[in-house]
């Protein structure tokens, strides 16, 4: 069993920056993929960004290449998404997700088994 809290969230103006973080409970956490996606008003869950187990491997959706860093620490059973240059349109609910299995990270919802309860973005313009 994984859990996942996610801090970090917050109020901030178009153009600033803030950097979420995902803690995650469980005994060996480099055997884990792990995702960030987000989930706006009225519309589906998305993809943001992923990692692979070792953090050699990440993706980014194209909205969010260049302005997005995911990155993660294993040592300390956690993972950063790093986000600037913010929009009023990436306003939304991030969750991070971890997969089942050490596979490389996807941007399918699917394929991750463990969710975080999510921490609330506001961009204002």
């Known amino acids: 069993q994984v859990q996942l809290v996610e801090s970090g969230g917050g109020l901030v103006q178009a153009g600033g920056s803030l950097r979420l973080s995902c803690a995650a409970s469980v005994r060996t956490f480099s055997g884990y993929a792990m995702g960030w996606f987000r989930q706006a008003p009225g519309k589906e869950r998305e993809f943001v960004a992923g990692i692979s187990w070792s953090g050699l491997s990440t993706s980014y959706a194209d909205s969010m290449k260049g302005r997005f860093t995911i990155s993660r620490d294993n040592a300390k059973n956690t993972i950063y998404l790093q986000m600037n240059s913010l929009k009023p349109e990436d306003t939304a609910v991030y969750y991070c997700?971890?997969?089942?299995?050490?596979?490389?990270?996807?941007?399918?919802?699917?394929?991750?088994?463990?969710w975080g309860q999510g921490t609330q973005v506001t961009v204002s313009s």
């Open positions: 997700a971890a997969r089942s299995t050490s596979a490389s990270e996807t941007p399918f919802v699917r394929d991750y088994a463990y």
